[in-house]
């Protein structure tokens, strides 16, 4: 039997980055990883921003918001349209975002099983958490009594998976009203600090972290964000 060696990928905790500045960020080591390199798990915040996935465009995808392009700007909320799969997404602070820039083939999945990894192990390390929830096969994403507490879109270009997923800890879950998220109307949305669930920010990530690696096969390094940002290509 082939013993498979573990996957070499960087981790970094990025804090809070605009949207538009994490994409470049992401698309810029996903090219890396193409090329041979290590993999990346990076978590972050965003500002208030709502994404929707390239299924949604047009008048598509402007039914999938519920507000108006002023009361968006009175809010301070951007809109995005992005590369992933998946409808509208909300992103703002309280909610931790994990971008996994990986190789599918290094990883020896395909796309279907490793969606299925990233929510078993979301579910997995809320778990440890003591946070009850489930997957639910018609709805992506992990489900709890109370709502959504984290959601799933990714996409895979040449091999290498980008994007991810969005664990609600602590957001202002107001801001979700302004959109029809991930396409379900009718289920609600939650989050940790609403399940009574508040845990340490360094805590939270190496916990997910561990999962992460866990559940992949990676051989996990932390790295600084300025690493990431110098290996992104960024200018100092």
């Known amino acids: 039997m082939e013993v498979l060696k573990p996957y070499p990928a960087l981790w970094s905790d990025l804090g809070l980055v605009e949207y538009g500045r994490a994409a470049r960020i992401m698309h810029a080591l996903a090219a890396r990883v193409g090329q ?7 978590f972050l915040e965003h500002p208030p921003t709502i994404t929707l996935g390239y299924s949604l465009k047009g008048d598509e995808g402007r039914s999938a ?23 509208a997404t909300y992103h703002g602070p309280g909610q931790i975002v994990c971008y996994p820039i990986l190789s599918l083939k290094e990883l020896r999945l395909g796309v279907k099983r490793y969606v299925g990894k990233l929510q078993q192990l979301a579910l997995d390390a809320l778990g440890e958490l003591g946070v009850e929830a489930a997957l639910d096969p018609l709805f992506p994403g992990v ?8 959601a799933v879109g990714i996409r895979v270009t040449d091999r290498v998976a980008t994007h991810g997923f969005a664990l609600n800890v602590d957001p202002d879950l107001s801001m979700f ?24 920010r360094a ?34």
């Open 36 to 42: 041979g390199g290590p993999g990346y798990i990076l």
């Open 65 to 87: 918001i519920r507000s108006t392009p002023a009361d968006l700007a009175a809010a301070g909320v951007t809109v995005a349209q992005v590369d992933r799969g998946g409808k």
């Open 143 to 150: 489900w709890t009594q109370a709502g959504k507490v984290a």
């Open 177 to 200: 009203g302004h959109i029809v998220p991930c396409g379900i109307s009718d289920r609600p949305v939650t989050s940790l600090a609403a399940l009574g669930v508040r845990p340490e």
């Open 203 to 236: 805590k939270l990530l190496g916990l997910l972290a561990r999962h992460m690696a866990e559940s992949l096969r990676l051989d996990l390094t932390a790295a600084t964000p300025e690493d990431i940002r110098a290996r992104a290509g960024e200018e100092k």
